[in-house]
């Protein structure tokens, strides 16, 4: 695997958002908790969401406490 498509692969969510039978491709955020995935405007719109509209982790109840997955300079390194 190339390190471009592990970069695409981390940056963007692989989740599914209802109603629309496609791919989310949103940005992928990291929790403190270490739980991945995307943050949407409702609640269990995508599969792989993590986080609500208030930043808001749906793993571990902590709210900001998170990092953007993308142009993430440790990968490869
Ligand atoms: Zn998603
Ligand atoms: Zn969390």
């Given at each position: 695997m190339s390190y471009d498509a592990i970069k695409s692969d981390r940056a963007l969510c692989i989740g599914y958002r209802k109603g629309l039978?496609?791919?989310?491709n949103a940005q992928v955020l990291k929790c403190e908790c270490g739980a991945t995935g995307c943050r949407q405007t409702?609640?269990?719109?995508?599969?792989?969401?993590?986080?609500d509209v208030n930043y808001?982790?749906?793993?571990?109840?902590?709210?900001?406490k998170y990092e953007v997955l993308n142009f993430v300079n440790r990968i490869g390194a």
């Open positions: 039978a496609g791919k989310c409702y609640a269990e719109n995508c599969t792989e969401q993590i986080f808001k982790c749906v793993k571990c109840g902590a709210v900001g």
